[in-house]
Every structure is written in C-alpha cells, then in structure tokens.
C-alpha cells in the first residue's frame, strides 16, 4: 500500500518573535535539529516502503532563523535517500520576518511550497505578532512578502483569527487581503495552550469557540461569494467545497482517519500525532532516533489514539452533515471539549457552516453553474495540508 506521509518538522523551536497566542517557540539549548536527527527522520520516512509521497512541514519556533544551510543539507538527504518513483515535498511555515532575496531564490530553486503568517491588517496584526523587544512585525513580513513575490516564489498566507480579527470583522479583512493582492490563504481559529486534564468548561486565554468562527466563516463565505472571483482560494472553503461536490478533501481537517499520516518530528527526535497537541504526551508515539514509522503506526500510543476516535466517530455519525465533514479535526474537538461549554459528542460543530453554504450556492446557482467557485485545484504554493500556526 502506498500512503502519504506528513512531517510536520521543529527544525527549530527558537524564535525572533513573540506572538501573544503563540505556544511554539522555545529558547535556550537543545532547540534546534542536529543532523544526526535530521539524517535518521530522513532515512526512516523515506525509507520505508508505504510511504509513496512524503512531505517534510517545516515549522518552528520559526524555521528561518537557521541557516539556509541546515536546508540545504535536508534536500541533498532527501536526494540521496528518495526511492524510485517516491514523490517528495517540501513546505514551510514561516512569520516571513527573515525573508531576503538568498533565501527566496532558495525557495524558487528547490520548489518549496511557503506560506507566511499575517494576521491581516496592520492593526490586528501587530496585536498579536511583535518581536521580543516589543516591536511590531507587520512592516517586515510584508517585505518578506513581497521579496518572495518579487523572486516568483508562489506566496501563501496563514492568519490566525482571534478576538481582534472577530471585533474588526469579516468585510475589511476580506477588503485586507484583495487589496495586498493576497488570494491564497487559510483562516485559522486561535487555540489556547493544550491543557490535557481541563475539566469540560474550563475558562481559557486565546480561544475562538467553534460557534464564534461559524459565525466569521459564514459571514466571510457571504462576501466572498458575492465578489465571485475563483482565483481566490480561502482554504477552508475549498476544502468543504470539495467535499459538497463529493472531492476529497483538499484540507487534512475534512479528509478524515490522518492518525498514522501525520506526524510532529521535535529538535531531538521525539515523534507525536500532529503537531496540535504539544503539551499532551498520550500523543507521543517514539523518537526517530531509535524507532521505525512502522513501530510508532502499530505501537501503543497511535493504537489507542486510533480506538477512541473510532468510538467519537460512532457518536458523531447521525450528524447530517458528518458525510462531508469526516468529523473535522480530532484537535478541535479535543479543545472544545474542555473550554466550551456548547460542545456535544452528536457534532463535531461544522454543521451551521456547511448547511449555510450549501442554502447559499443553491440560492446562487453557483452549485450548478460554478460561478464564484474554485477552478479545479489550487495553483501550486497554496497550502501545506495542516492547520497549525
């Protein structure tokens, strides 16, 4: 069986900036990858004989404050380890702060897929993204930007929506981005940190409830509808627009059973279940260093994860609308379950959006007529296939 493979890499958990909602970054020693762990994740991922398609997620801490030659040595390993017919990419998540022409003629010449963290305007952006001495970051990610642009670096964006994009709402973010020329990007709900012995209910920092970003979703799906340009890709909407249309998803959160396909690979080795669930060690499954993929999809670890999705699956399945959301992503509801008091077993909480899009494109016509609808895949660059920050 062939299968893909996602490594949602910590090259480093060091970071030049701060972010408020941010529970990533790291300092001091023993944060950032040393080849001997770089050179074991690189043989066992590609070295195993299931894994067709391989995608290396660079994240961090943010990845490029390493230098370009950590990277380097990456691909040559990937060269130098990839089996015939193997399919290999890779991506990177970065706030697009370090970005100069070097490291996007790098981007170009070795075809990585980028996406930068911009949390839209100015006024909320700089909310929440400052460097550590305090300083605002929304003037250099938009060089980073346009330098990536300038070096035709296909250039995705990933903002995160919390409070201060909630308050300023919908239309003038929508406005944001069609102004920056910005028409490929995905719209993430603020989660706070992972806390796994949370009572149901428990009050917590930074957290946009599933019902606060139906609310946004729906009213954002609204606006971008009616401006009905399918050159603007919102990755959330692509993703149960391929599902309305009976597609696969484009998206991991909508595609269902990713226990076993993605992994979060840490500085020392350490591998756990995505990487949404930092702080939990129920989802670490073994170190690359001393253990195969095959040993972390049959150990303990994944084999329980895997028994007690099924039974949230059972309880989820009389949903409507659970044919299309595949029960969203297991992180959402592991974090509605202890912070939101709305939260039931029967939903995964995609109900109202779905339902809402599917009245709406029926009312349209665009369901029949494709009008306002996205042509075909997404162009390269758009999205590395996760959600995290």
Known sequence: MSRYLGLIVKATRLCNLRCSYCHDWR??????????????????????????????IWH??????????????????????RRPGQLIRNSLQTNGTRIDAEWARFFRDFDFRVSVSLDGPPAVHD?????????????????????????????????????????????????????????????LAAKPTNRPDAAPGTPTEHYVTVAQMTRFLTAYFDRWLAHGDPEIHVREFDGLLSRLASRPSTVCTLAGHCLGRYYLVEPTGEVAHCDLFIGDPAYTVGNVLSGSFASFRDGPALTALRSAEDRAQVGMSGCPEYVTCNGWCPHERYTAFRHDPAFTGECCGLRDLIAHMRRRLAETGAAESGAGLPAGPAPRGQFVDMTSI
């Open 60 to 81: 961090g801490g943010e990845p490029a404050v390493l230098p370009r030659a950590f990277y380097e040595r990456a691909v040559y390993l990937q060269a130098r380890l």
């Open 127 to 187: 909310r929440y993204r400052r460097y550590a001495n305090g300083r605002p970051s929304f003037d250099d990610v938009r060089r980073g930007i346009d330098t990536l642009r300038a070096n035709e670096v296909p250039v995705s964006v990933l903002m995160v929506i919390d409070e201060g994009a909630i308050e300023l709402g919908p239309d003038p973010i929508f406005d944001f981005f069609l102004s920056e020329g910005i028409t490929n990007y995905g719209l």
């Open 27 to 56: 300092s001091g020693p023993n944060q950032t990858m040393g080849f001997p762990v770089l050179a074991h994740l690189t043989a066992r991922a590609l070295g195993d004989p299931e894994h067709g398609a391989v995608e290396f």
